[in-house]
């Protein structure tokens, strides 16, 4: 063969070659970058959506003390934020808030309480409805940041 074809074949190859490996890391750092947009997107939506079920069910659990249940209605905001925990949350995370709302309908069910009987308990007993949620919630959130 020639110099000049081994010549031209090398710069051919080079150039082929070059380009490939511009190529694939280009599309390696975009396919990395749209998938930690995509988990930071998903840990922003699940704590929005954690955030809401804990108002919608704290206030639910604070009416839940002093009264009963006259309009089941008043439910669905809780249970529909529920609905949207089991499409996206953790099994531990659907399970907690499920014991949430039995806890709020049972507490309905209930005769009423004052709030220095509830304050009580809470301080002796530490109490607290929302904990095992809270926690399960926490512990999903780390876990999906170690993704990141």
């Known amino acids: 063969m020639d110099a000049a074809i081994i ?10 070659v070059g380009g490939l490996a511009s190529f694939a890391t280009t599309y390696f750092t975009q396919r990395n970058q749209a998938h930690l947009d ?17 108002k919608e069910a704290t206030n ?17 905001g809780m249970y529909s934020l529920i609905g949207r925990i089991r499409l996206i949350g953790s099994d531990k995370v659907l399970l907690a ?3 949430v709302a039995e806890t709020i309908v049972d507490s309905y069910s209930s005769p009423p309480i004052k709030f220095e009987e ?19 919630c926490r512990d999903e959130r780390k876990l999906m940041l170690k993704l990141l």
């Open 7 to 16: 010549t031209a074949l090398a710069a051919v190859s080079g150039s082929i």
């Open 38 to 54: 995509f988990l930071s997107r998903d840990v922003a939506h699940r704590e929005e959506l954690y955030s809401q079920f804990i």
């Open 60 to 76: 639910l659990y604070i009416d839940s003390l002093d009264k009963t249940l006259e309009h089941p209605a008043m439910l669905i």
């Open 97 to 99: 808030a499920e014991k």
């Open 118 to 136: 509830v304050y009580k308990v809470w301080r002796e007993e530490h109490a607290d409805p929302f904990k095992e949620f809270t926690e399960a």
